[in-house]
């Protein structure tokens, strides 16, 4: 049986998109559901190799998930066409996923992660806001959300 892949994409890869990918990773665990591979990348080249942002990372831990071992990555082309869906945590990550593409590129797999939700907006990023909570708990609805409506949908 096919995975479900999906990559999680911030600005730096060092808050957002690996708080989302190992969110993700521990509900998918939790709810018994072993077809999926998740990842997380970058927009910019500003954190390439760093680790996930020690606050993220406190936050992350604080609920038991650990993310050892994960360092920042720019996505590229080759992400795009590997993974199934492509989860954006803002307006200006998709203007940059863009950027990375190039023109003319079919954007059907590209989405924000709170348009999952019943209610549609950015996820703020804590390296500016830093509010870690409001990003957890949004993270955590967006994930909720995809895993309701991809979990039961056959592979791509």
């Known amino acids: ?31 018994g559901l072993e077809n999926f591979e998740v990842a997380s990348a970058a927009t910019s080249t500003e954190e390439i190799g760093n680790p ?10 604080s609920h038991g998930i650990d993310c050892s071992g994960k360092h920042a990555r720019q996505m590229t082309l080759r992400d795009y066409e ?39 907006r950015d996820v703020a990023d804590p390296w500016y806001t830093g509010n870690f909570q409001a990003t957890w708990d949004d993270v955590n609805e967006g994930c909720e959300a995809i895993i309701g409506k991809v979990a039961n949908r056959p592979s791509l």
């Open 82 to 120: 590997y993974y199934d869906y492509i989860v954006l945590m803002d307006r200006n990550n998709l203007r940059n996923l863009r950027w990375i593409l190039g023109e003319g590129h079919d954007m059907s797999k590209v989405s924000l992660l709170m348009d999952w939700t019943g209610n549609p």
């Open 1 to 31: 049986m096919k995975k479900t892949k999906i990559l999680f994409v911030c600005h730096g890869n060092i808050c957002r998109s690996p708080m989302a990918e190992f969110v993700m990773k521990d509900k998918l665990a939790k709810a």
């Open 52 to 61: 996930v942002y020690p606050p993220a990372k406190r936050m992350l831990a």
